[in-house]
């Protein structure tokens, strides 16, 4: 432990050297190439080995960090460790918000997979990358423009030629392409959230887990526009025209919602994601983030329909805070609240499917949810809600003696009959005193003599 203590002081008072800082100065044009220099990159530290942790957030412009001497004095800042410190792949319009909706340009495309947790955890960092690239590279997804490797495990990187203006559609089409590769390496643990906020780590600083270094391998040459990465995607169904068209077509039409049944769906859904916590031991690793976003746009959204605006949204930020603190490692307060307060200008109607896959919900998970489920947990719930309905109606069917009326009234004639037969009279004298026919009392006899 002493060691260990001994090497994160040393580490902490290291300065990036000339020779250092032109590696991550040339790397950085790379990966920013056709960046606008008024826009801005992210960068932040995030020390997780003191009690509390330590995040330190700050923006720089692409044009700073283009500058060698720039480059230098922020990395040297006494404000910045070597050790855990990240920057945005993707540029931002404004200096503070980091949200997706203050994207500016799509610069990178990036695939994190954490191949420690997989089947192929023995492979060295040298065999794994090596296995890449003689299995799936080229074949099975396009050759990434570089590989950081961050200590721990690897960020696959697409850089974009001509950095594209992040609009929706823009960032519909780079979701869909980091999904489809996510997919295609999902063996190895790729991490399956989609995100273009995502950050990766400076060369030539340390991972706190492992205290191994930052390093990289590129891939010259390799630079793509989203149409060129689009091809390695599967084709759309054919319905999707039509349904696109379509689309087009409702675009102009209001909806008429049920404010009563709107309200009860989005208070149900906030109950769903609190039983999800429970169902999941309170960890939910990889999935608190969006957990946390999403319980608070559906809480703004239920507050809105009967309070204003600036009381929704503080009553939203209260609610999903403690939702938060219900995790096991609940995530830093000012970070959550930061990446989460988007939803206070603008609320996202998800329907079920899209949150099932978000959060990776089970079919077992679903059993328990309310309305959080599948067409397929709806059907079986329709099915069973089916069965126990019709075992009802034959329950008020019956009478005190548990016959239907029909069994009941064959059950009078029965006894009408053994009646007149204790009396003396004969059979047909019996059916003609019931009205009923011969055949029916020898039946009935018969049934009696066995």
Partial sequence: MAVAVQKINNIQNKKFTDKEVKEIQKFLRDMLIGAKPEQYIKIFNNIDYYANGIYIYRSYTVKQLRSFKVLKEILNNSRFEPINLFYSVNTYREYKNSSEDNLGAINNILIDIDYKKSLFKNLSKDEFIQMLELEYFGQVIPCPSAIIYTGNNFHITYKIKYPVNATDKAKTLARRIQKEISNKLSDFNADKSVNLTTSTRFLHTYNSKTMDIVSTKIYKNKLYELRELQKWMPKLPNWYDKWKEQKKKNKGKKKVYNFFNLYNLLVTRLGDLEKLQELRNFSCHGYRELMCFLYRNFAMQSLL????????????????????????????????????????????????????????????????LKTIISKEEYNRRQKENQKRQKAKQKELRRNENGLTSRQQAKQDKINNIKQLLEKGLKQVEIAKELNISDRYVRKIVREMKK
Avoid: C, H, W
Wanted: aromatic letters at 6%; proline letters at 3%.
């Fill in 305 to 368: 329909i009967g309070d204003s605006p600036e009381d929704a949204a503080k009553e939203a930020e209260r609610m999903m805070l403690e939702f938060n603190q219900r995790f096991k490692r609940p995530l830093i307060e000012k970070n959550i609240e930061s990446k989460t307060r988007n939803v206070e200008r603008k609320q996202y109607n998800f329907r079920n499917e899209a949150i099932i896959e978000m959060l990776g919900i089970t079919e077992s998970e679903q059993k328990e």
